[in-house]
């Protein structure tokens, strides 16, 4: 098992330009989540879909930020544009609805600098 | 809704000493409990759960959680921790009806010493 995989691990961009954070969630997972980590805020969930479809998405922190999810094996969070308040560590997690706890089981996160 | 406090932000321990990490929730109907182990640099890790039945439960690597329902707890133990427990752990909760949105704890560090 694969595990949950990010992509790219480490990402330095200039304020203003356009970031894309990748996931691929657990094979069999139907529910994806995205969440924020920083030293002042803690972990934060951003939005989470289940069966593709966003269900939550009241921790998106503003226009600037957007996620999809096109299949269920695929799905990228955008920033358009960046700022340097957005430096973090980005989570995705995945989990099943069908496992009966809906434990969630996290990728190793995308680490976000903006300068 | 739900909410998680871990009461305590760092808990600095010695090698082969004890160590209890405190959680307590607030939730107007039943929940699941999770531990999770974040280690320098990595992901969130599930430590532990409890779904129901036995109110201690066990991780391989010798931590335990008792779920106390009277007093909405939750707290982490180990009796002898190693350098290698040295991480972040998230108390988490997630409501045991609908939905599967996981409501966590703001996280408490483990700096073991030797």
């Known amino acids: 098992d694969a595990g949950v995989i990010q992509s790219p691990r480490h990402e330095v961009t200039e304020m203003g330009q356009e970031v894309t954070l990748r996931c691929k969630p657990i094979?069999?997972?139907?529910?994806l989540f995205w969440y924020r980590q920083t030293m002042m805020r803690g972990l934060e969930l951003l939005i989470y879909?289940?069966?593709?479809?966003?269900?939550?998405d009241s921790g998106m922190p503003e226009d600037r930020f957007s996620a999809k999810m096109p299949n269920a094996s695929f799905s990228t969070l955008k920033i358009q544009p960046s700022e340097p308040r957005d430096s973090a560590v980005y989570f995705c997690?995945?989990?099943?609805?069908?496992?009966?706890?809906?434990?969630?089981?996290f990728g190793p996160g995308t680490r976000l600098t903006v300068t | 809704a739900q909410s998680v406090t871990q009461l305590d932000s760092q808990v600095p321990v010695f090698e082969e000493a004890p160590v209890e990490l405190r959680c307590n929730y607030s939730?107007?109907?039943?929940?699941?409990l999770f531990w999770y182990v974040q280690y320098p640099n990595q992901g969130l890790q599930l430590l532990l759960k409890?779904?129901?039945?036995?109110?201690l439960v066990e991780s391989i690597n010798g931590f335990e959680a008792e779920f106390n329902k009277s007093q909405t707890s939750f707290h982490l133990r180990k009796p002898s921790v190693h350098i290698s427990d040295t991480a972040e752990y998230f108390c988490?909760?997630?409501?045991?009806?609908?939905?599967?949105?996981?409501?966590f704890g703001g996280g408490t560090r483990v700096l073991v010493k030797p």
């Open positions: 094979s069999g997972h139907n529910s």
């Open positions: 409890y779904l129901s039945g036995s109110t």
């Open positions: 997690a995945s989990s099943s609805t069908g496992s009966g706890a809906y434990e969630q089981y």
């Open positions: 939730s107007s109907v039943s929940v699941y």
């Open positions: 988490a909760v997630r409501p045991g009806g609908a939905g599967n949105k996981l409501t």
């Open positions: 879909f289940n069966n593709n479809v966003p269900i939550d």
